[in-house]
């Protein structure tokens, strides 16, 4: 499906959901087709996680991590059609996507400070519009009046499948029930922390991605958008059975 590019009203679009549920590939894809700026938040706090991981600055140690982050810059850049996030101007794209960091990260992302500082960042990055923001709390806190808020969602099963595919393909080392579980326990702590915990918005449009391909997903989120951009309501739920992504 096609969907307008340029021209109209240069919308804020939030996707949130658990780690594994496709929320990388669709908001890449879809910005992509929108024309419009990628922003995965996820990534910025992985790199904060990295940056405290490499100073040596324990998650505990708030005083610290504020002042961690205030000696980070955190930007995007893009090559040859890939998005890079780079950590005071060195690419840490692959840096960030270690089991370890994974889970220092969920640790750290529930830190104020560490929150905080990057609530600024993303509103800086987003308030233009043309963007699409992936992450865990863009439509209940970052961006609570987004033009359009999805919550893309998958059994704990399928995603730790997903990633344990992925680990693999990168030489990784790790069982799919030590996936599964490193899933769970990720979910567990995105939801439970104090500050800005994964929940959905109350007027975000949830996807099961569970039983649909890439392309269905894409399908059903541009056709919600383009409703929006000619001013029509957004809907409710579109949900799917669980099945393979
Ligand atoms: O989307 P991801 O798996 O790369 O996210 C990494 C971690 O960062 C994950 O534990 C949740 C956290 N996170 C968050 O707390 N808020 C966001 N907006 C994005 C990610």
Do not use: W
């Not at 908001?27 to 790199?47: E, S, V």
């Not at 799919?176 to 109350?202: G, K, N």
Request: proline share 3%; net charge neutral.
């Amino acid at each position: 499906m096609s969907v307008s590019r340029g021209g109209g009203k240069r919308l804020i679009i939030a996707i949130d959901g658990p780690s594994g549920a496709g929320k990388s590939t669709i908001t890449k894809l879809l910005a992509d087709r929108l024309g419009y700026i990628h922003i995965d938040t996820g990534a910025m706090f992985r790199t904060v996680a990295l940056a405290a991981r490499r100073a040596g600055v324990s998650p505990d140690d708030q005083p610290a991590l504020a002042r961690l982050c205030n000696e980070c810059t955190i930007s995007f850049a893009r090559t040859n059609g890939c998005c890079q996030v780079l950590l005071n101007g060195e690419d840490v794209s692959s840096a960030i996507r270690t089991p370890e960091i994974s889970l220092l990260t969920s640790t750290i992302s529930a830190r104020k400070v560490v929150r905080d500082f990057l609530l600024e960042l993303q509103r800086q990055m987003g308030s233009a519009g043309g963007v699409v923001l992936e992450g865990r709390d863009i439509g209940t806190v970052v961006f609570p009046d987004a033009d359009v808020k999805f919550f893309l969602s998958a059994s704990a099963e399928e995603r730790g499948r997903r990633r344990y595919l992925e680990l693999r393909a990168r030489g990784e080392k790790i069982s799919l029930d030590e996936t599964i579980a490193a899933v769970v326990q990720r979910d567990r702590q995105d939801e439970e922390r104090e500050h800005a915990p994964l929940r959905r918005a109350v007027d975000a449009i949830e996807i099961d991605s569970s039983g649909l391909s890439i392309e269905e997903v894409l399908e059903r989120m541009t056709a919600v958008i383009e409703a929006r951009l000619k001013g029509q309501g957004a809907g409710t739920s579109v949900r799917q059975p669980v099945g393979s992504f």
